[in-house]
């Protein structure tokens, strides 16, 4: 399975972005999937994760009523909608992909994923 995710860039303190992630795996549509960051001298941490359907969602308290999670099963494409972006929101953002799940599940621990995309900045200025 290849991740490859874009979107990223720079953008001011209150403004949007849209990340995308496209996926080649033929088992898209159950597979759970996840967006992550990691800040320079930080650990990556989980921003969000998505089921196989949609249907269930978890958030990062740090960005809960800020960013979306969604997917379009039939591009094979997840995306993640950040708005009201703050500067501690800069990181290299990844998406992610836990094939051993089941229906309605969301994967919310590191070790749980499989394969990783390579990554897309975004930086927020103030």
């Known amino acids: 399975v290849q991740l490859q995710a874009s979107g990223g860039g720079l953008v001011q303190a209150g403004g949007s972005l849209r990340l995308s992630c496209a996926s080649s795996?033929?088992?898209?549509?159950?597979?759970?999937m996840g967006w992550f960051r990691q800040a320079p001298g930080k650990e990556r941490e989980l921003v969000a994760s998505?089921?196989?359907?949609?249907?269930?969602?978890y958030y990062a308290v740090s960005v809960k009523g800020r960013f979306t999670i969604s997917r379009d099963n039939a591009k094979n494409t997840v995306y993640l909608q950040m708005n009201s972006l703050k500067p501690e929101d800069t990181a290299l953002y990844y998406c992610a992909a836990d094939e051993e799940t089941v229906s309605g599940q969301v994967s919310t621990t590191r070790e749980r994923y499989d394969y990783w995309g390579q990554g897309t900045q975004v930086t927020v200025s103030s």
């Open positions: 998505i089921s196989w359907s949609g249907t269930r969602t």
């Open positions: 795996g033929r088992t898209f549509s159950r597979t759970v």
